[in-house]
């Protein structure tokens, strides 16, 4: 939809998106979140088990999220108590002596933990999980530190903080990174996935390193961010961003270092990273979203995001690899 001063209003996209930290849901917590423009309830059942169901009771509209309590495998609505099971059904009422009605259910989600994220699938149809989530291996290794985690709520559409990854131009005049590397994007063999590689000079408590970022992407869900080049040190950091409505994103950071790295440069990689999303802010706040944008010959990786992009919205045509690997150049 286009507004009159240009801008263009994205749907919510498909696919897998975080809607809390596994640690936020210990065994009989329940919480509300509210994503993808719906209210949502969340909870671990008393076998450890997470399920996201459609937040409101097909009784009279309780919130399920707002005194809402597990029993067992099930939740169990605050207002008359029928309780439904993670797949959404009503399992019981229990003043009634009759069988609950089969229209008693609500949407359940499918949901997957994964790298300390509960992650949910998105799908405008209500298509099954079209892939999986990688699970990172730096995050078992004992060679990695503890993750440090943040989370920040943006005022744009997903896409456009996630296009962000695809701008390096913008890393020298909104972060002031003086050496533009070069940089090249690889196509996977699924189309939801694709990794970006640049050289840039950074600057360190060490002193200054030609280092190499490699990104990954699957989907506008999940990006991992690795630096290499400081010597044998490695830093990760993984974000996992989701669409809480058409026009704000909720970004959750999760960081670790090789533990030779963790006091010299843990706290300034991750408070570098933190300072750096409070630039691109001014930007994100007050932008307009350019559905025919006009591109120069260094804006590559943006155009071939925005084609790569394009899969995960309704009504367009599937995004085949083959053209993908066309529109890198
Ligand atoms: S509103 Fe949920 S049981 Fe009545
Ligand atoms: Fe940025």
Redo the contacts with the bound molecule.
Sequence with gaps: MSTGNGHTELPIPNGWFAVAWSRDLAKGEVRRARYFEQELVLFRTREGRVYVLDAY?P????HLGEGGRVIGETIR?P????QFGGDGVCTNIPYSKKAPPKKARVRSWPVEERNGFVFVWHHHEQAPPAWEIPQLPEFSDANWTEPRTSELTVPVHIQDMAENNCDPVHFRFVHGNLALGESSVTPGEESHYFSAWSKTNQETPLGAFDTELERETWGLGLVSVRTKGIGDAGLLMLAATSPVDRATTTSRWIFTVTQDMADLAGEDFIAGLEAGVQQDMRIWKNKIHRANPVLCEADTELAFFRKWVRQFYPNDRPVRVADLKEARG
Excluded: I, V
Excluded at 59 to 62: N, Q, R, T, Y
Excluded at 79 to 82: L, M, P, S
């Design positions: 009771c009784h009279l509209g309780a609505c207002f008359h108590a029928w």
